[in-house]
T-cell receptor
Framework: LAKTTQPISMDSYEGQEVNITCSHN???????ITWYQQFPSQGPRFIIQ???TKVTNEVASLFIPADRKSSTLSLPRVSLSDTAVYYC????????????????FGAGTQVVVTP | NAGVTQTPKFRVLKTGQSMTLLCAQD?????MYWYRQDPGMGLRLIHY???????AKGEVPDGYNVSRLKKQNFLLGLESAAPSQTSVYFC??????????FGPGTRLTVT
């Protein structure tokens, strides 16, 4: 059962801002939104997580509207090294035997950055 | 890889053979996970553990067993390997479900 929907792929040029939107219409009240980045032949890397409004760190920003039915990961001024697959996940803060199924990696968004 | 090591890095098995993958952490996290990733797909949760001595099934547990006898180690076993288990296996650790730190992966081929 798919919990999130995100584009399969996105192309960008170096120096541009990349915005990846994830839809999660059935998000629950206690669910958090988490984004991961995965380079080829490596494990995913935690980028950012948030619950509402806006979260920013040294890597990216996460924008969450008031209804929380979607979220947007923003990568400012991308470089070639930002070429990766980006995953959006929605799930509760604590995994239990009843909730693990909500925390699932989908196919992700393949971002390709070219010169 | 945030203090997560996986052993071995590569392995080739013949159908029916058994093996154990080891995940070790040095960060004292309670939660540990085993995922598999097939080409062009996202990760699928095999088993997880919320603490020493506890394990639970994830999305694709069939054909695998796990043990968490020590807090820092999470073992994934294949009793009788099948070609369908050819995949890259990732171990992850975390304090909570939404923030996990992944190991470098084990590439397993079953012929």
């Amino acid at each position: 059962l798919a919990k999130t929907t995100q584009p399969i792929s996105m192309d960008s040029y170096e120096g541009q801002e990349v915005n990846i939107t994830c839809s999660h219409n059935n998000i629950a009240t206690n669910d958090y939104i988490t984004w991961y980045q995965q380079f080829p032949s490596q494990g995913p890397r935690f980028i950012i997580q948030g619950y509402k409004t806006k979260v920013t760190n040294e890597v990216a920003s996460l924008f969450i509207p008031a209804d929380r039915k979607s979220s947007t990961l923003s990568l400012p001024r991308v470089s070639l090294s930002d070429t990766a697959v980006y995953y959006c996940l929605v799930g509760p803060p604590i995994m239990t035997t009843d909730s693990w199924g909500k925390f699932q990696f989908g196919a992700g968004t393949q971002v390709v950055v070219t010169p | 890889n945030a203090g997560v090591t996986q052993t071995p890095k590569f392995r080739v098995l013949k159908t029916g053979q058994s093996m154990t993958l080891l995940c070790a952490q040095d960060m004292n996290h309670e939660y540990m996970y085993w995922y598999r990733q097939d080409p062009g797909m996202g990760l699928r949760l095999i088993h997880y553990s919320v603490g020493e001595g506890t394990t639970a099934k994830g999305e694709v547990p069939d054909g695998y067993n796990v043990s968490r006898l020590k807090k820092q180690n999470f073992l994934l076993g294949l009793e009788s390997a099948a070609p369908s288990q050819t995949s890259v296996y990732f171990c992850a650790i975390g304090l909570a479900s939404y923030e996990q730190y992944f190991g470098p992966g084990t590439r397993l081929t079953v012929t």
